[in-house]
């Protein structure tokens, strides 16, 4: 960047340019940068007005000391879309290659220079479906096109990224409620945050539904149900432990055989007793069969 004055025309102030101070501030970024006088940069033959410079190295330039949270950071996408717009609007003038751009400020040229240069830049802007191209001209609107195809095909992804986390949190949550019988909402912002979470460190659906089946299968019907949730089956400090315990596979005859071993001796007893007849002694049956016999007889 050139040291000393640069110079400022009070029409500015009667621009659009005025009325958006971010977009301001980075025209006096490429106001700053341009040469005073020709110059040779890399080889290139640069003329008064005019530096060498990408979307890159301006938007790291323009946001230096600010970070990316920051209300006055601006993005690589809004760099590019501000150097068209002063372009179009004859504030500046770019002629690209495949190897480098340059950038000539007007403002930064003599005043004689810089009218006949916006003089010849707007007639060949209205005379332009007319006019044959340049190669360098059509190199530029290629490259243009590209540049504005490969930021909506990255908005495309990123669009259709987020209804993909969207709709493996419904998935989680619809899994979790069908097995634990509650109404848990995908909506909430807590629940959202907490399975999004996971999916980023790398966990999969699966993993979740093998984190529900286990602790369902733990705790359903017991005191510990009430934490079959979210918050607490999704959360990081416990999510992991959860996945790699051991899912108890059970069957009907397993069943049946702990029900049998865990019966009370009260209940073994009596059950035994069920299945033995009592048995009477010879003495004892003639005893009972005589009094059946006298209760028989008439009475006189």
Do not use: C
């Not at 006055?72 to 002063?86: C, E, I, P, R």
């Not at 004689?112 to 360098?136: F, G, L, P, Y």
């Not at 945050?193 to 699966?206: M, P, Q, S, V």
Request: hydrophobic share 30%; proline share 2%; net charge positive.
């Amino acid at each position: 960047m050139n040291n000393g004055w640069v110079k400022l025309h009070r029409e500015i102030s009667h621009t659009k340019l005025w009325a958006n101070p971010d977009k301001l501030r980075f025209y006096l970024l490429l106001l700053f940068k341009a040469g005073h006088s020709p110059a040779t940069v890399y080889g290139v033959n640069l003329k008064q007005g005019q530096f060498l410079g990408g979307r890159n190295s301006l938007t790291t330039e323009l946001n230096e000391g600010h970070r990316a949270n920051s209300k006055h950071f601006v993005s690589g996408s809004t760099v590019y879309k501000w150097l068209q717009w002063l372009k179009t609007n004859n504030f500046i003038d770019i002629e690209s290659t495949s190897e480098y751009s340059i950038i000539t400020v007007f403002e930064a040229i003599d005043e004689d220079e810089q009218n006949a240069k916006v003089n010849i830049k707007r007639t060949s802007s209205e005379h332009q479906v007319n006019n044959e191209r340049t190669s360098s001209g059509h190199k530029q609107e290629v490259k243009e096109l590209r540049e504005v195809k490969e930021l909506k095909n990255k908005d495309d992804v990123e669009q259709q990224s987020s209804d993909q986390l969207k709709g493996q949190v419904h998935e989680v949550v619809l899994y979790l409620n069908s097995q634990t019988a509650k109404h848990f909402k995908a909506t909430s912002k807590d629940t959202d945050k907490l399975i999004k979470a996971r999916l980023h460190e790398g966990y999969t659906i699966d993993d979740f539904k093998k984190v529900i089946d286990i602790k369902s299968q733990q705790w359903s019907g017991t005191s510990m149900d009430q934490f079959l949730r979210p918050g607490t089956l999704f959360t990081a400090s416990h999510f992991e432990s959860y996945l790699n315990e051991k899912q108890v596979t059970t069957n009907r005859s397993s069943n049946k055989r702990q029900v049998k071993e865990t019966l009370p001796d009260w209940a073994r007893h009596d059950q035994n007793h069920q299945t033995k007849p009592t048995q009477l002694s010879p003495e004892q049956q003639d005893e009972l069969d005589k009094k059946l016999a006298a209760l028989k007889q008439p009475e006189h």
